[in-house]
């Protein structure tokens, strides 16, 4: 590109960013307080709308001013309702409240904003180095991660691109359009950037096999189809950060040479559709998208397409098949959508990820971002960490950190002094991986070698309590009902995968029954086209590989281990324990299992038990009555009463 | 269960068949056609893929093999109370199957399906992004969290007592008037 154009780059953008700074000035700088709430899916399932609503009552109620700033997620799902609140004039740093239910959100109104006592015991922590309050970075949660894909989520209103800006957004996109789409291609092989959607194919290499494909006409997809049921980083980046990844689609559009670009989102993610929709809008309104961008010579048009919930639409030709308007169902390969993809068109498909890793790394250079992470694998990686653990919710850590670390340390450990037992990896494709595994380094290679994959960044971690055949179960019920059919073995084998396993945790297991899920994974991933069926049979392998001592005790003596499949425990009551007169078990049994004994104690009536567990819930803690057993023979037998006269009268 | 449309959906349908030519007869707007009838009909009547087919130019068999691939359609009428519980991981080791059953059971139907009345339906759904709250059910459009079997129970009967109330308000006030 010539002087003169860029001359006419700059001059436009810094137009639109003096309109930025101008508008974070004037926020910044009014001297009434802010309240930051966290508005993302997860946010608003906690209940921020209400908590919104009722610091909106009662700042009217106590004729306060104050600005509210709905911003996206910070990734802290254990606390949510997130609240950071900013009152200048009370001489406290900004603070962070975790957990802001509408009756607390009124409280701190009146109690912080008007009367300026913070409430000690319901902060978290202060967000800035301060003298008067821990800050919330002194938290291994804060300290140890590392953000560069998530640095702006949940600071910014994801639907204010003045707001993305005036942090320095869109920066990279005006120092992108002045290079050499070559130059830009470089950089990004030269930071060692792998795709982020599990595979990890060299994101580089990927943009310059598009771009040799010449002069016609080629499209940019972002892979935005999140559908393992355990991960959900990609709609809260789009939901909190929607820009960074437009940006990253420009960016790659400028590189390859596309004048058209798609975002696949599925349509389960009604509020990161809208936010996006909103973002494009906004962003061309500005010139940012659009007919010549910022007044160069790029075109690029970016249209929103709702993915209708197919999990094999995660691969990128069953994704191309569904936008044609057919079954997703996956092609072979080669040749490659980068050869010939949507429309025969050469196709560049990249996660949410991958786009968003873009920005920062044209921002600060290759070698800024290969310092992060290891040699192999540099950058950072997402995770969504859930189930058993203190602080779930999305991490982002350097590659290479050890799960120890991450669960432990960052995530707080197992909760209620249970013993950790395994973690699975990478959604219905990973693996689980028990203790022994604890310290291998996270990065693409050392989890596929440990037999899990890096897969979608789904992590669950598991206690004592879970039962790793039900697991395996589980995710095969999931890859069952997502396989698209085509290939036999996927089709057909996932379904007698399924069958054997259900077996099992019916506690109807045969001799044979390990050696016949062994050979029956090896031949699906061998007789499979596409990731789905290659990877479903991952979790049993992995399951049965450290975690055989359950699969035999299922079979052989028909116990589950975890006391977890219900076809094989039972429940009954302690009589020592079972206080005289007590009801909580009997009031809360769903199905009027729980009978009075003579002795006014408790027993359970094994036929109509569906062992849901609600009464070891209930049962006070000083009693303790309650115990489950696997298998149920070994269940004491209590004597029902014969029915009282009482329902004749 | 009664499948014909009522006259509001029958109403729908006309606005939908309107709406449709606002579609280029292009194969790839399949889908999003198909989004559009399901939002403003709530499921995809025989008739509605029937209009779609027409406009399409594609056989109506071509038009079911496609939404039936995907998890979004469905093809029976939702109930009023539309109940959804969370079969995520998450969910899943903390229980939502358990759950699940606790709602078949109370209801008398099967995960997908509607209630005679059509007051309620039940659907398995994975993972709405809130696992730290596991397990989760939504009814109606809201997330009730840490659910438990007992909960259950008490959340269908809030709903049957606010139902009964609204009744016997509507008898005061056509009394009353």
């Known amino acids: 590109m010539n002087q003169a154009g ?12 003096k309109e930025a700074e101008k508008r974070r000035n004037e926020f910044r700088e009014s001297p009434v307080p802010k309240i930051h709430i966290g508005m993302a899916t997860c946010g608003i399932a906690s209940g921020a709308l209400e908590t919104k609503k009722a610091f909106e009552e009662a700042l009217d109620e106590y004729n306060i001013e104050a600005r509210i700033h709905t911003v996206g997620c910070l990734g802290h799902c254990y606390a949510e309702p997130v609240v950071v609140i900013d009152h200048p004039d009370s001489g406290f740093p900004p603070i962070f409240y975790h957990e802001v239910n509408a009756g ?34 002194e938290f291994t949660r804060f300290n140890q991660e590392k953000r560069v894909v998530m640095e702006k989520c949940g600071r910014i209103d994801p639907e204010d691109i003045y707001d993305y800006i005036a942090q320095g957004g869109y920066s990279t996109l005006v120092k992108a359009l002045k290079l050499d789409p070559d130059e830009i291609i470089k950089e990004v092989q030269n930071s060692g950037l792998r795709g982020r959607g599990g595979a990890g194919f060299p994101t580089g290499r990927k943009w310059e096999l598009a771009k040799s494909a010449g002069e016609q006409e080629k499209i940019v997809i972002c892979n935005a189809d999140e559908g393992d049921p355990g991960a959900y980083m990609d709609r809260t980046i789009l939901e909190s950060n929607p820009h960074q990844v437009i940006e990253g689609m420009a960016i790659c559009a400028y590189a390859v040479g596309a004048k058209k670009a798609i975002i696949y989102v599925r349509a389960e993610y009604p509020l990161a559709v809208n936010i996006v929709t909103k973002a494009i809008r906004q962003a061309t309104e500005l010139g940012l998208l659009g007919k010549s961008v910022l007044g ?31 079954r997703g169902m996956p092609r072979h390969r080669p040749p490659y959508p980068v050869q010939k993809g949507l429309w025969n068109k050469p196709t560049v498909i990249n996660n949410v990820k991958t786009l968003a890793s873009v920005p920062p790394i044209l921002d600060h250079g290759a070698d800024w971002y290969r310092g992060i992470g290891t040699e192999n694998t540099p950058g950072t990686a997402i995770f969504s960490v859930v189930g058993n653990v203190v602080h779930a919710g999305l991490v982002e850590i350097p590659m290479g950190v050890s799960l120890r670390s991450l669960i432990f340390d960052i995530c707080g450990g197992i909760p209620n002094n249970k013993k950790f037992k395994a973690v699975q990896i990478g959604g219905p494709s990973g693996g ?15 989890l596929t070698e440990a037999g899990a994959m890096m897969g979608s960044g789904g992590m669950v971690v598991m206690d004592e309590d879970t039962c790793m055949v039900e697991v395996s179960r589980y995710f095969l019920d999931f890859t069952q009902n997502e396989s698209c059919g085509k290939c036999t073995f996927c089709r057909i084998g996932t379904y007698h995968l399924l069958k054997i396993l259900e077996r099992l945790t019916r506690g109807e297991g045969e001799d044979g029954d390990i050696e016949l899920l062994e050979t029956l994974s090896k031949d699906i991933k061998e007789g499979s086209l596409c990731g789905l069926g290659k990877t479903a049979p991952n979790p049993v392998l992995t399951s049965i590989k450290y975690f055989r001592d359950e699969y035999e005790a299922h079979i052989y003596e028909k116990r589950c281990p975890a006391l977890m499949c219900r076809p094989m425990i039972a429940f009954y009551f302690d009589l020592d324990l079972c206080a005289r007169g007590c009801d909580a078990c009997a009031t809360c049994c769903p199905v009027e299992a729980v009978f009075t004994t003579s002795n006014r104690k408790k027993g359970v009536d094994q036929e109509l038990c569906v062992k849901c ?20 023979h070994l269940v004491p037998y209590i004597e029902k009463p014969p029915e009282k006269k009482k329902k004749e009268d | ?36 009838v399901q939002e403003k009909l709530a499921y995809l009547p025989t008739e509605a893929i029937k209009i779609v087919s027409e406009h399409l130019e594609i056989f109506e068999c071509e ?24 079969l995520g991981t998450a969910c899943h080791v903390r229980g939502g199957g358990i759950i699940l059953e606790n709602f078949e059971r109370k209801l008398g139907i099967h995960a997908g399906e509607t209630t005679p009345d059509r007051e309620f339906s039940v659907e398995k759904v994975a993972c709405v992004g809130c696992c730290a709250l596991a397990p989760v059910a939504i009814i109606d459009e809201t997330v009730h969290a840490h659910m438990a079997p007992s909960k259950v129970e008490g959340l269908l009967m809030r709903i049957e007592i606010e139902k009964e109330m609204e009744e016997r308000t509507k008898i005061k006030d056509e009394s009353g008037r």
């Not at chain 1, 249209?303 to 995660?314: L, P």
């Not at chain 2, 109403?11 to 399949?30: D, I, P």
């Open chain 1, 6 to 17: 860029n001359e006419k780059i700059d001059q436009i953008f810094n137009g639109i960013y």
């Open chain 1, 104 to 137: 607390k959100a009124k409280m701190l109104v009146k109690l912080f904003l008007k009367e300026g006592d913070p409430r000690f015991e319901h902060v978290y922590g202060a967000m800035e180095e301060n003298d008067l309050i821990p800050s919330v970075m």
């Open chain 1, 296 to 326: 160069s010579s790029f075109d690029l048009k970016i249209d929103v397409f709702r993915g209708s919930g197919a999990f094999v639409c995660g691969e990128e030709t069953a994704l191309i098949r569904s936008i044609e308007g057919y």
């Open chain 1, 432 to 446: 689980c991986l028990n203790e022994d595994f604890l310290d291998t380094h996270i990065d693409f290679d050392s």
């Open chain 1, 613 to 632: 567990g609600e009464c070891m819930v209930v049962c006070p803690p000083e009693y303790d009555a309650v115990r489950k057993v696997s298998p149920p």
């Open chain 2, 1 to 36: 269960m009664n499948d014909e449309l009522t006259p509001e959906e029958k109403e729908a349908l006309k606005h939908v068949a309107s709406k449709l030519e606002s579609f280029e007869k292009q194969r790839g707007n399949l889908i999003p056609i198909l989004q559009m």
């Open chain 2, 63 to 86: 038009v079911y093999g496609v939404a039936t691939f995907y998890n979004q359609f469905r093809f029976h009428p939702p109930g009023k109370h539309p109940i959804k519980v969370c």
